[in-house]
């Protein structure tokens, strides 16, 4: 089992910056892919970032390309996401996931990937 608790959302004007973090526990943090996903109200959950175990490999949704960075410590097991100019349509929940035992990530994951999910953090940017 894995836990992973998100933190680090909250309410900010367009343009400015957030951190997100997602710190896990229990089954060792070896050899696990992690992803940012994130769901709006009333849309289906969508695919924001994924970090190799190594953490050489990252890949981004089209949408925050060049806006937001993955990266993570595996000395303290959390993985962060780093978004800058953030915009209205970034408003979501974005929730952790890892995928234990799965050390290679691919272009554009499915959430079924990633067994383990957090339990969500909102990010609310005004406009």
């Known amino acids: 089992q894995v836990q992973l608790v998100e933190s680090g959302g909250g309410l900010v004007q367009a343009g400015g910056s957030l951190r997100l973090s997602c710190a896990a526990s229990?089954?060792?943090?070896?050899?696990?892919?992690m992803a940012w996903f994130r769901q709006a109200p009333g849309k289906e959950r969508e695919f924001v970032a994924t970090i190799s175990w190594t953490g050489t490999n990252t890949y981004y949704a089209d949408s925050v390309k060049g806006r937001f960075t993955i990266s993570r410590d595996n000395a303290k097991n959390t993985v962060y996401l780093q978004m800058n100019g953030l915009k209205s349509e970034d408003t979501a929940a974005y929730y952790c996931a890892a995928a234990p035992g799965r050390p290679f990530v691919r272009a554009t994951p499915k959430g079924t990937e990633y067994p383990y999910w957090g339990q969500g953090t909102q990010v609310t940017v005004s406009s």
């Open positions: 229990g089954r060792t943090f070896s050899s696990t892919a």
